[in-house]
């Protein structure tokens, strides 16, 4: 069975960065579509930054474009995600997922995001 493990967060002052990283575990992630997810408390998960199997193309939420950046690391089998300038809106569990049917969008947390990681924390706090 597949697994995905997030790592790299942390509490971090306001224009800071971290970097988060998804490692699988069972399966190839360069097959899959991948995407990044937080969910802040008391509030719905939402959609940060997707990059596709095809093409590698990327989409960003509009609250993290030009901040986030989102790339792969096939050799080591993980997806990182750059975050840079940091806002206290940023504060959240993030999480990533993969899809292998190559649908998968930051519009939607449920189909076709088949696998998910147990999400860490971003914490932004001066």
């Known amino acids: 069975q597949g697994q995905l493990v997030e790592s790299g967060g942390g509490l971090v002052q306001p224009g800071g960065s971290l970097r988060l990283s998804c490692v699988a575990s069972?399966?190839?992630?360069?097959?899959?579509?991948i995407g990044w997810f937080r969910q802040a408390p008391g509030k719905e998960r939402e959609g940060v930054s997707s990059?596709?199997?095809?093409?590698?193309?990327?989409d960003y939420a509009d609250s993290v474009k030009g901040r986030f950046t989102i790339s792969r690391d096939n050799a080591k089998n993980k997806v990182n995600l750059q975050l840079n300038n940091l806002k206290p809106e940023d504060t959240a569990v993030y999480y990533c997922?993969?899809?292998?049917?190559?649908?998968?969008?930051?519009?939607?947390?449920?189909?076709?995001?088949?696998?998910w990681g147990q999400g860490t924390q971003v914490t932004v706090s001066s």
């Open positions: 997922a993969a899809d292998s049917t190559g649908w998968g969008t930051i519009a939607s947390t449920g189909w076709p995001w088949g696998y």
């Open positions: 069972g399966f190839s992630l360069q097959y899959f579509t």
């Open positions: 990059i596709s199997s095809s093409d590698g193309s990327t």
